[in-house]
Nanobody, 126 residues
Framework: QVQLVESGGGLVQAGGSLRLSCAASGRTFSSYAMGWFRQAPGKEREFVAGINWSGGSTFYADSVKDRFTISRDNAKNTVYLQMNSLKPEDTGVYYC???????????????????WGQGTQVTVSS
């Protein structure tokens, strides 16, 4: 089973950009679909973006579509989330998650993902 470590969070002004990274341990990273979720204070954890094992299929929450891009580098065991045009409502703790599957379609459900990182804080000021 992989272990996940996120990095790249921080404080940014509205309209700015951040790039999150999630490094995975283990030799089977290419067998995992990956997802990014976030949780704002007082709110439930929500799906942000997902990518299948090969990188050939991605899916985004409507709230981040056309602003965020998920990608992966299986040679580096890393998944990325490029976040542009950030808004204050993007503030929260961002979690990387892994699901061992070779399904083409990406799941948006947190319960499908079996391994989670510790999270990285993203704060967008207005």
């Amino acid at each position: 089973q992989v272990q996940l470590v996120e990095s790249g969070g921080g404080l940014v002004q509205a309209g700015g950009s951040l790039r999150l990274s999630c490094a995975a341990s283990g030799r089977t990273f290419s067998s995992y679909a990956m997802g990014w979720f976030r949780q704002a204070p007082g709110k439930e954890r929500e799906f942000v973006a997902g990518i299948n094992w090969s990188g050939g299929s991605t899916f985004y929450a409507d709230s981040v579509k056309d602003r965020f891009t998920i990608s992966r580098d299986n040679a580096k065991n890393t998944v990325y989330l490029q976040m542009n045009s950030l808004k204050p409502e993007d503030t929260g703790v961002y979690y990387c998650a892994a699901r061992r599957t070779t399904n083409w379609v990406v799941s948006t459900q947190a319960y499908d993902y079996t391994t989670w990182g510790q999270g990285t804080q993203v704060t967008v000021s207005s």
